[in-house]
């Protein structure tokens, strides 16, 4: 089992930045990749950014030039850095992470950011 725990979360203003962090801990020494979703009131989940456990990282769209995942292996921590907010990027983010050893995924609790215009 793995558990995510998020945080960092908040309201800011628009334009406004925030980083999110997600610990993992338990079998996460077969996590291959770690992500970050988000879900807006009223809409699905939806991808914002991938990261393996090698570095490779992937952005929807909608976050390219935005936003940054990293991955700190040593802290079994992985980044979310959000710059440039907008009132459209208010959601739950929600921590994700595959595990090779099950072939599970495992969410976190999530984690509120509010944009305000």
């Known amino acids: 089992q793995v558990q995510l725990v998020e945080s960092g979360g908040g309201l800011v203003q628009a334009g406004g930045s925030l980083r999110l962090s997600c610990a993992a801990s338990g079998s996460i020494f077969n996590i291959r990749a770690m992500g970050w979703y988000r879900q807006a009131a009223g809409k699905q989940r939806e991808l914002v950014a991938l990261i393996s456990s090698s570095g490779t990282t992937n952005y929807v769209d909608s976050a390219k030039g935005r936003c940054t995942i990293s991955r700190d292996n040593a802290k079994n921590t992985v980044y979310l850095q959000m710059t440039s907010l907008k009132p459209e990027d208010t959601a739950v983010y929600f921590c994700?992470?595959?595990?090779?050893?099950?072939?599970?995924?495992?969410w976190g609790q999530g984690t509120q950011v509010t944009v305000s215009s």
């Open positions: 994700w992470a595959y595990s090779a050893y099950n072939n599970n995924a495992y």
